[in-house]
């Protein structure tokens, strides 16, 4: 079992700036991606974001591209996602996806998710 826990969600205004983290602890894998996913009020789970087990590797939605960074802590098993230039559209509940698949960048076989972090960006 991988546990995951996000953290550093909260109310924003247009135009902040947020850093979201996710703790991975319990099983070690060896290799992995893992990511960001996002639900907005009313809408589907979607695919933000993913770094790779050794942070050579990052991929963004367009959306995103330009204004999210991923970065990682490798020694505290923390990933971060620095979030910048805020829009409403952002508001969503983040969720922390893994998956072994190191090949999958979309992250469309994880097998562990967070519980999420809210992130409200008010207009």
């Known amino acids: 079992q991988v546990q995951l826990v996000e953290s550093g969600g909260g109310l924003v205004q247009t135009g902040g700036s947020l850093i979201l983290s996710c703790t991975a602890s319990?099983?070690?894998?060896?290799?992995?991606?893992m990511g960001w996913s996002r639900q907005a009020p009313g809408k589907e789970r979607e695919f933000v974001c993913t770094?790779?087990?050794?942070?050579?590797?990052?991929y963004y939605v367009d959306a995103v591209t330009g204004r999210f960074t991923l970065f990682r802590d490798g020694a505290k098993n923390t990933m971060f996602l620095q979030m910048n230039n805020l829009k409403p559209a952002a508001t969503a509940v983040y969720y922390c996806?893994?998956?072994?698949?190191?090949?999958?960048?979309?992250?469309?076989?994880?097998?562990?998710w967070g519980q999420g972090t809210q992130v409200p960006v008010a207009s």
């Open positions: 319990g099983r070690t894998r060896s290799s992995y991606a």
């Open positions: 996806p893994t998956t072994p698949d190191t090949r999958d960048s979309a992250l469309g076989t994880a097998d562990y």
């Open positions: 770094i790779s087990w050794d942070g050579d590797f990052t």
